[in-house]
């Protein structure tokens, strides 16, 4: 049988993937929440993560709502988490979309901002060709391959396999050999990797290009049904001077997103085109798809704290520097 293309170029995962260059629109220079000279109106500064945190956001994005009179709103579009935490740490966004793990790295650094709402409950997925697995168990002896190491998708698979009754050290195989997304896809895509744990959007343009690859275990779904409770992936937080300053201007952000998150959902195709259009993503067929396998969901962070806790509870017991050295105590949850 021929190799298989490499049917992930590296400049088409770039943009996809959200990890090598930055994409600002929208955007003008100074700090947050500040008025435009000569105007008279205010800036709210939203930053945002390319991917499905950005599609979770694309209806605002396309429409630029006002959130109170003379107030507009920007978007600062970035290709990954690490882009974002510079603008955080400069307080040069009033609100932005994060890990919910650096929400808490953070706010352990007293940097003064606050999760407001979760977005995403999960989008990863043990991918590839071999349809003998059917349950846990069939992984043992198997390689795997993963993210970079100690991050927190490495982390939740390894606590997955865990509470299966599977040492990820003993029983498995784990390999990192291809730490960066694309490399893993690709990896994937030309059968170097049987098995592997991706997330979306990843997921759907890797099935897309190779129809061989399926996925064997909705890890989200999993994550569920051993603790009981979704995996709080994705969170939005609000700088507490400016929630303080201008709580409507965040009440009337927050009801807009929850109405965009709900209209993005019902509106798969559309939102795919608009995610092209704002360079979110790429491909709109891959992001029309990518929607439901992205668990996109608005809930507020004091009806989510449960989840929010007990998701940052095992990542300590991991790694507790991956939540900043501590758990958040109640400040941490913006109440509105």
Known sequence: MPAKKNLFGRKTFALLLIFMIFITTGCSGGKSGKTTAGTG???VKIAV???PTGLSMIKMIEETPSFGEGIKSEYILKENPELVRPLLLQHEADIATVPTNLASIL????TGYRVAAVSLWGTLYLVGND???KEWKDLKGRDI???AKGMTPDISFRYMLRQNGIDPEKDTRLNYTFPMPADLANAAAAGRADLAVLSEPMVSALLAQNRDVKIIMDLNK???SLTGVPMPQTSVIVRTDFTDSYPDVVEAFLREYRNSVQWVNANHVKAGELAVKH???PHAQVASEAVPRSNIRYEDAADARECIEDYLRILYGFNPDIIGGALPDEDFYYER
Request: aromatic share 14%; proline share 0%.
């Open 131 to 133: 349809s003998r697995i």
């Open 49 to 51: 993560i390319n991917g």
């Open 222 to 224: 999993e994550w569920n």
């Open 279 to 281: 360079g979110i993503m």
């Open 41 to 43: 109106e205010m800036a």
């Open 107 to 110: 706010y352990n650094k007293k």
């Open 145 to 147: 391959y993963l993210m």
